[in-house]
């Protein structure tokens, strides 16, 4: 696999544009309720579809999108909660399949680095505060009343 | 330190990154998924034979030998690419080959193997692709090989290549042979 | 002939832009006024060439000439005249034109309207950006020739893509680009007074015209392009939050930051450095753009075909211009703060505020985009970081913008009372709270969503126009409205409609898949939709299956939907084309899936979008203040006859050097 996948690939691209590119999956499955629909809809959407491009499960109209989202809508028939038809499918597909991933040692940097930057920014930021406001503090007022703009 | 160097040093963190990114994406498919079977027990299962869908095959049958289980179809471009390797060095690896027929239709396949060779010792038809998802399926051509426990010890997705063989499929079949039962 | 004189045209065009770069900065360098005048004669031919180039490959499309390869792969005999057209910029090598076409446009439009300003800050603008279009040049001539020959010439083309054969790609890539592309100008003024080591406000208030103009072409070109995969892609989303539409995002967000910036430093010469740093990462970030969506690095829905040996070459060109240029910054970037000082509560620190949020949200994206490679790279294990993570991130990220922004333009430059600014906000809190308990009371159960997107809508739009009342009773006549202050007003009054339109239909669309025999109806809400059955439709080059659903409310049929189910007849793929009625307050909005079963039933996806329009409203307002803000004359004084209240071109001394905190002063 490390040579030259190339042929393989194209292959394997030309195949999901022919063979699964229908786009718009639209799967009407016996909900019993709206609810049951919605909630269906917001668990699909956070799911990744393993096939083809960079689609969720609820749009994609990929073969084996289509069989999880039954087996998905089945298990949600038997009661199983969201978490644990998540963790259903990790078992089986890995955390690529979340679109929200698991807070876990590897993702600890995506969840706190935004964090990070804000708290170092936000000490950048106050530290000039705080030099120019003690300048402010400092200085004679202006002369001339100032413009706004 | 100037920290009017900061930008440019990160920067350069990033275009680090950015070029382990060219070379990575040139010599992997982005979209493989990772197998969290690997060392797990496979499932269990119990699938139709190919020839006669009547007779159900499964893990059962399968205990106490290793065996690789080709997930193939007839409607998978690659699958095509991949086949004649397996006609001619199938018999190089020593163990079971077992056939994951995927979302098939049975004269299909049937007529796919007719046309190609069968390098299968035994073929199984998954039609509606729920073995499948247990094994964490993502497509055709994959390849799983399973040891005499019945822990699967390695996963490829994509053609079987020569070199796989050599490199991936042989060493791991020797050490389950010299280590294990 | 036709593509070979293209291809000349653009190798001519290539040798200019090396003489544009070359000679200028020297000549700016040595103060040679011969070498200097070089500068916008190079610039007038490098755009003729690359007009030339253009329209030859354009004649190339619209004559039909497949032995050209870019044309066979992305045309067809039976495409209709005006895809063709568009075609030209339907893939890589022919977007990769477009890209160099609108760089050159700029370039003129820089080099006809800045005569007055000094020669050798024009000679250095020049030149970079000459160095930026020679090594976008190379590059097509390198790796992505368009005018290259397929011999024997195919009887036909195979197609484009049947996605893009829609008016949106009309329009997105040369608005999407015309932005990106802007953001150069801005980078170039930067460097020229790097370069040049003018370091006072004024390179600030000449670039800032042309960075607003790039801003709102850009929001524009975003815009469009969420409207086009809202309707084409077929399912009602409006944005993916997917690698490609990242990468145009996050020059957005950092131009945002970058003209709120530029207006301090203009003002009042504080933060110098920071506001060089964002003109450098605005055009770095459209850089990196173009790197992502052409090296293949990411899986995303709309990539472009990728090859290696392009990432390698876009890395390269990456590593020399932004790396060069935040090499210049550290070495030329002024070491002490400059400008007024500023009280704790002032514009000043609201305006650094806004530009943390902006920056921060610009890093959590670039974070997650690029973290599937840091996973791989650091061996993190493999993850998919998707819309409930941007999503997330990039709200909590923004509460404080939408919380703060009505109190911005109270503020005073300088010092100012938090307390008397809140005093004149209270009418907008007590109308935003009023509202949405209204609306609560009035609906009912409201997620809290769109309760949420209710308030801050009212809170930003309400205090926008307290601030615009304020003005009129406060300021003489002829002197109340500036441009750029009509355009802020603007633009923040777009925040607030697009605010509102994004939770509200996020919290509220409705969205059903159902199985639909002719004739059978589907109760959504008050709405009643009728399937009719499917026929046949031919277009140009595809044939259809064209449903009809009827709507009703209240008895009253409002609407009569035709989504269409096409096949491409030269490469047989298959493409939904939804049908919409669109409306102020709600899209109704239907496409087509496949026949179950065989009684003429259909799978129909529907979906009932409220206030979806005002999301591309809004962005509509945002750009709009940006081309207002830019007409200011103000903009156009060259002459120092005026220097901006307060602001000294030369370094203050009144502060001691800052080594701890100096990036960001």
């Not at chain 3, 008016?167 to 980078?187: D, E, K, Q, R, W």
């Not at chain 3, 997917?242 to 970058?258: C, H, I, Q, Y």
């Not at chain 3, 207002?628 to 370094?651: L, N």
Request: hydrophobic share 50%; charged share 15%.
């Amino acid at each position: 696999m490390t040579r030259a996948p190339w042929r393989w690939l194209a292959a394997f691209v030309i195949a999901c544009l022919v063979v699964t590119r229908v786009p718009a999956a639209v799967d009407p499955l016996p909900f019993k309720d709206h609810a049951e629909e919605v909630r269906f809809q917001n668990l699909a959407k956070q799911l990744r579809c393993l096939v083809c491009q960079n689609e969720n499960l609820q749009d994609s109209s990929a073969p084996l999108a289509a069989d999880l989202r039954r087996e998905v809508f089945k298990q949600m028939q038997a009661g199983k909660s969201d978490a644990q038809i998540k963790s259903w499918l990790t078992e089986r597909y890995s955390d690529f399949v979340l679109y929200d991933p698991p807070l876990r040692t590897g993702t600890w940097l995506l969840w706190f680095g935004p964090l990070l930057i804000v708290l170092v920014g936000a000490l950048v930021v106050a530290a000039t505060i705080r030099k120019r406001s003690l300048a402010h503090r400092n200085s004679a007022p202006p002369a001339t009343p100032e413009d706004d703009w | 330190m100037n920290t009017r160097l900061l930008p440019l040093l990160g920067f350069l963190l990033l275009l680090a990154l950015l070029g382990f990114g060219i070379w990575w994406s040139s010599t992997h498919d982005l979209r493989e998924v990772p197998s969290p079977l690997i060392d797990k027990p496979a499932p269990q299962f119990s699938l139709p034979l190919l020839e006669f869908p009547t007779r159900s095959f499964g893990s059962k049958d399968l205990a106490g030998e290793p065996y690789l289980l080709n997930v193939f179809a007839s409607w998978c471009f690659a699958c095509r690419d991949e086949h004649p390797i397996l006609m001619q060095q199938g018999k190089r690896l020593g163990i079971r080959l077992v056939g994951f027929n995927y979302k098939d239709e049975a004269a299909d396949a049937k007529r796919w193997l007719a046309q190609y060779g069968n390098p299968y010792d035994v073929v199984i038809a998954d039609l509606p692709g729920k073995v499948a998802i247990d094994f964490g399926v993502t497509g055709a051509p994959e390849s799983f090989l399973v040891d005499g426990n019945g822990i699967i010890r390695y996963k490829h997705i994509s053609p079987i290549t020569p070199e796989v063989i050599e490199r991936e499929l042989l060493p791991r079949i020797a050490a389950m042979r010299g280590g294990g039962p | 002939m036709i593509p070979e004189l293209g291809q000349f045209a653009l190798i001519l065009a290539l040798v200019l832009a090396l003489l544009q770069c070359v000679l200028p900065l020297i000549g700016a360098q040595r103060g040679n006024a011969a070498l200097i005048a070089v500068a916008r004669p190079a610039v007038a031919g490098q755009a003729v060439f690359v007009i030339t180039a253009f329209a030859l490959l354009t004649w190339s499309f619209l004559s039909q000439d497949f032995s050209v390869a870019y044309v066979a792969q992305h045309s067809n005999s039976m495409l209709p005249w005006f895809y063709r057209f568009s075609g030209v910029w339907g893939a890589h090598e022919g977007s990769l034109l477009l890209w160099i076409l609108i760089l050159a446009i700029w370039s003129v439009a820089v080099a006809a309207f800045s005569h007055k300003l000094p020669d050798d800050f024009m000679a250095r603008v020049l030149g970079v950006l000459g160095f930026i279009s020679a090594g976008f040049l190379l590059f097509t001539l390198l790796t992505s020739n368009p005018f290259a020959r397929v011999l024997p010439a195919p009887a036909d083309g195979i197609d484009l893509n049947p996605m893009l054969q829609d008016p949106g790609l009309i329009m997105h890539p040369p608005m999407l680009y015309t932005g990106y592309v802007g953001f150069s100008v801005a980078f170039a003024f930067a460097i020229a007074a790097l370069l040049g080591g003018e370091l006072d406000v004024r390179w600030v208030r000449w670039s800032r015209p042309w960075t607003n103009v790039a801003w709102a072409f850009l929001t524009l070109g975003i815009a469009i392009g969420s409207w086009w995969a809202y309707y084409t892609l077929g399912w009602g989303g409006w944005w993916f939050w997917d690698p490609v539409e990242n990468a145009s995002f996050m020059p957005w967000l950092v131009g945002t930051a970058l003209i709120h910036s530029q207006a301090v430093t203009e003002k009042r010469g504080s933060f110098r450095a920071w506001t060089l740093l964002l003109a450098i990462f605005a055009f770095s970030l459209s850089l990196l753009g173009t790197f992502l969506v052409r090296s293949g690095v990411l899986t995303s829905v709309h990539a472009f075909a990728t090859d290696p040996k392009r990432g390698v070459f876009i890395l390269a060109f990456l590593a020399v211009v932004v790396g060069g240029s935040l090499l210049v910054y550290a070495l030329r970037a002024p070491k002490v703060a400059g400008g007024e000082p500023f009280a704790v509560v002032s514009r000043e620190t609201a305006l650094l505020v806004n530009n943390l949020m902006f920056a921060c949200a610009a890093a959590m994206v670039l974070l997650g985009t690029l973290y599937p490679i840091l996973g791989d790279a650091l061996s993190l294990g493999r993850v998919s970081v998707g819309p409930p993570y941007f999503a997330f991130m990039f709200i909590l990220l923004m509460l404080p913008v939408v919380v703060l922004l009505p109190f911005g333009p109270f503020l005073h430059w300088r010092s100012a009372e938090l307390g008397k600014a809140a005093r004149k906000l209270l009418p907008a809190l007590a109308g935003a709270g009023l509202a949405t308990a209204l609306a609560w009371w009035l609906v009912g159960d409201l997620p809290w969503k769109a309760l949420a997107g209710t308030a801050a809508a009212l809170w930003i739009g309400l205090g926008i126009v307290l601030f615009a009342f304020a003005r009129w009773r406060g300021a003489a006549a002829g002197r109340r409205y500036t441009p750029e202050m009509l355009g802020m007003i603007c633009a923040h009054l777009g925040v607030a409609v697009f605010v509102a339109g994004v939770l509200i239909v996020e919290s509220t669309s409705i969205e059903r898949d159902v199985r639909m025999v002719p004739g059978a109806r589907v109760e959504i809400g008050t709405l009643s939709f009728q399937f009719d059955g499917v026929h046949d439709a031919r277009g140009p080059n595809f044939s259809a299956q064209q449903g009809t659903l009827q709507v009703f409310e209240g008895g009253r049929r409002i609407a009569t939907l035709s989504p269409q189910k096409r096949q491409y007849l030269r490469n047989s793929q298959v493409q939904t084309e939804a049908a919409l009625k669109p409306g102020l307050v709600r899209d109704l909005y239907v496409a087509l899936g496949e026949p179950v079963g065989g009684d003429g039933a259909w799978a129909v996806r529907i979906y009932v979008k409220p206030f979806v329009r005002w999301i591309w409203l809004g962005a509509l307002l945002m750009m709009l203040g940006g081309f207002i803000a830019a007409s200011d004359r103000r903009f156009r004084v060259y002459a120092a006859t005026r220097k901006p209240a307060g602001a000294s071109d030369e370094p203050a001394a009144v502060e001691p050097p800052a080594p701890g905190h100096g990036a960001r002063a």
